[in-house]
């Protein structure tokens, strides 16, 4: 999780927009890690986890917004990416973090990124 977290820092820190193609190539291994390891992500990574999830999700609904060849792919981005924040932030509530708690930490990582 950390080698994806620093290159989201890394994205969001750019002047320019990458690549759809390599957007999708992100974007996959974000979500075949998520796939894989979340039943064994520690707190910090699922934190991580919240955090991309979350920024490929805007980012892919931003771009689902033009009308070319790849919105269609953009909108599934999203709805995929979306998903799996939603989840990751359900099961830090569930292990007994208050939204409170999750807001913070979420901040801290988002300072983290600039």
């Known amino acids: 999780m950390e080698a994806l977290y620093d290159k989201i820092r890394e994205y969001v820190n750019m002047d320019t927009e990458i690549s759809a193609e390599e957007f999708f190539d992100y974007y996959k291994m974000v979500i075949d890690k998520l796939t894989s390891d979340y039943d064994d992500m520690t707190e910090d990574d699922l934190f991580r986890g919240k955090m991309i999830a979350a920024i490929?999700?805007?980012?892919?609904?931003?771009?689902?917004?033009?009308?070319?060849?790849?919105?269609?792919?953009?909108?599934?981005?999203?709805?995929?990416?979306?998903?799996?924040?939603?989840?990751?932030?359900?099961?830090?509530?569930?292990?007994?973090?208050?939204?409170?708690?999750?807001?913070?930490?979420?901040?801290?990582?988002?300072?983290?990124?600039?």
Do not use: C, H, P, T
Not at 59 to 82: G, L, M, P, V
């Open 56 to 114: 490929v999700s805007s980012n892919a609904a931003s771009r689902a917004k033009r009308k070319d060849a790849n919105a269609k792919k953009f909108k599934k981005a999203y709805e995929k990416s979306k998903f799996w924040a939603d989840a990751i932030e359900y099961r830090l509530k569930k292990s007994g973090l208050s939204e409170d708690e999750i807001s913070e930490r979420s901040a801290a990582l988002e300072k983290e990124m600039q």
